[in-house]
């Protein structure tokens, strides 16, 4: 496993893997650009992080340990792959279970929604965003195995305008998960080249984990900037994540399921799609949970676009209430407000 060993922030020493993986690298070049392009969009390197980048044309994981008496180590780990058995067979069945089960439901609604007993009404909701979480699941399924055989078709779009449209949403569901969602930027517009429906999912997943990090009484701010040729969105919660959780949020198998918690690909998908649009991902922990994600701008002419297409990747489900499924109560999937 190449490691780097850093000393006050400054590259000390490397092993034979890593001066294997960048041939001629000497300690007084400093750290390699990938790894020092990831480094650079950290707020506190100190306090250790992780994230990935792309070396060579693979992908690799990163991990920064904490600072001890000035001293840290830097381990550059394979990326790993998300594909699962029988690709396509279980999305496809997944689907149809998900058809006769939505139907279900909605005959299920109209005899609830003309008694309107309080039991019936939770009932009622909890089935409904359960099949939100399905549909969920199936959608990172499908996205996931797209990543691994496909290559992503890009797109002119306002990066801006998709973000901030996307998190004035999440801002109004979250009010019901008692917790505040924030979205600044300085930019009046950024065009950019990119796929909408997959950057849609991706800033959807960094905000649904958000506001399960933040919790009642939590906030999330959202932030996007340009920093010379690249796009840079912040997404930090007050929730929180210790040194030895971080590696773990971009694992492609996660340690354990809880209920309730989706496959836990959730950031998976966030890092998969920063890389097929040659970008990198980091994370930070401390007193709030804090994910950065750095995307080159590419060629998209300003006259050629005045706002973001509106994508409807769910069949006509709401790609929000879809992606937030894991983080907002039951009470948001009321049948009244899903017309």
């Keep these: 496993m190449p490691v780097f060993a850093l000393r006050d922030g400054q590259t000390a020493a490397a092993n034979g893997a890593a001066r294997a993986l960048f041939p001629g690298w000497r300690p007084e070049d400093g750290l390699p650009a990938p790894l020092a392009g990831l480094l650079a969009g950290a707020e506190d390197p100190a306090a250790g992080l992780a994230g990935c980048c792309s070396v060579g044309g693979q992908e690799r994981r990163v991990t920064l340990s904490p600072a001890r008496e000035g001293e840290q180590l830097l381990c550059v780990l394979p990326g790993g792959s998300a594909a699962g058995p029988a690709p396509g067979v279980l999305e496809t069945q997944l689907r149809q279970c998900l058809a006769e089960l939505h139907l279900a439901v909605d005959r299920l609604g109209r005899p609830v929604e003309e008694r309107r007993d309080p039991r019936c009404d939770r009932a009622y909701f909890t089935l409904q965003r359960g099949v939100y979480r399905l549909l969920r699941m199936t959608r990172h399924l499908e ?197």
């Design 143 to 339: 996205l996931l195995r797209q990543l691994d055989q496909e290559a992503v078709e890009q797109g002119r779009l306002d990066l801006l305008d998709l973000c901030a449209d996307l998190t004035g949403q999440t801002e109004v569901l979250a009010r019901q998960a008692e917790v505040a969602v924030r979205f600044e930027s300085r930019l009046l517009a950024l065009p950019f080249r990119g796929s909408a429906p997959h950057l849609q999912v991706m800033v959807l997943n960094l905000l649904s984990n958000a506001v399960k990090a933040a919790g009642k009484g939590g906030t999330v701010l959202v932030r996007l900037e340009r920093e010379d040729r690249r796009a840079v969105l912040t997404v930090e919660d007050s929730g929180g994540t210790g040194p030895a959780d971080l590696a773990a949020l971009f694992q492609d198998a996660p340690a354990g399921l809880r209920p309730g918690a989706g496959l836990g690909i959730g950031l998976t998908l966030v890092r998969r799609i920063a890389l097929a649009h040659g970008g990198t991902v980091l994370a930070a922990g401390g007193r709030g949970t804090r994910v950065t994600v750095s995307l080159p701008i590419r060629e998209a002419p300003e006259d050629l676009l005045l706002h973001s297409p509106r994508v409807d990747s769910e069949g006509g489900f709401s790609p929000v209430l879809v992606e937030l499924s894991d983080a907002l109560p039951a009470s948001c999937y009321d049948y009244a407000d899903l017309d």
